[in-house]
């Protein structure tokens, strides 16, 4: 009888350690490396920039495609090409730029978010920066000394996104201006374009840089 009452005691502790480590791991996803935020949309957003560590900060910068950051931005120190804009050597849809793989979309070992964050992380589509946008009251303020954008969804939790301009060479441009944030898709117009969501004082738009442009990131969360 004692063995028995001694079995079930094991087991109910068991039980107990399982669950405490499945909240723990709930946590940790939520919170590490960065923090995600519910503003009752299809997708979560990050609390920050990747790199930064709030957010107001810029964060780093990134070219399109690439998942580390560098001292110069431009095609000669582009991964993905030989040089220049017609030497593509991934995500090309015409033999005029490159070798043709068809690819619109980043695959996921080439999205930084998901290589920093980890699963889950990914850059975001124009139909959630869309979302974004239609769903969420925008303000534009200061927060820190940095303008930017506050974005508040219907449930009342808001992101702030830093207006942390672009690296073109090693040059930083327009920081505390506007902002300019990857999305994970080619422009239909040529494909060493990427589109971009850009976020000026009065007015938010898509529009699209040149691959090898270093623009800030901010990711999405999925799962």
Not at 85 to 98: E, I, V
Not at 192 to 214: L, S, T
């Amino acid at each position: 009888m004692k063995k028995t009452k001694l079995s079930l005691n094991c087991l109910l502790l068991a039980i107990i350690a399982l669950l405490v480590s499945c909240r723990t791991a709930e946590v940790d996803v939520a919170n590490t490396p960065t923090a995600m935020v519910d503003l009752g949309l299809s997708v979560k957003w990050a609390q920050c920039n990747i790199g930064a560590a709030a957010p107001e900060e810029f964060g780093d910068y990134y070219a399109w495609g690439e998942t580390d950051i560098k001292d110069k931005y431009n095609w000669d120190t582009y991964k993905h090409c030989n040089g220049t804009s017609t030497s593509l050597t991934k995500y090309c849809g015409y033999a005029s730029f490159g070798c043709v793989d068809g690819k619109m979309q980043l695959e996921q070992h080439d999205d930084v978010a998901t290589a920093t964050l980890g699963d889950g992380w990914r850059l975001p589509t124009i139909a959630e920066y869309e979302e974004l946008m239609n769903k969420c009251t925008w303000v534009w303020t200061t927060q820190n000394g940095v303008n930017g954008y506050k974005v508040t969804g219907r449930n009342g939790k808001s992101i702030f996104l830093p207006a942390a301009g672009y690296r073109y060479n090693s040059m930083l441009y327009s920081e505390n201006s506007y902002a300019l944030y990857w999305l994970n898709s080619l422009n239909d117009a040529g494909c060493y374009y990427a589109q971009c969501a850009v976020f000026y004082e009065n007015e938010f738009e898509f529009n699209f840089k040149m691959r090898f442009y270093g623009l800030t990131v901010r990711a999405v969360y999925d799962r």
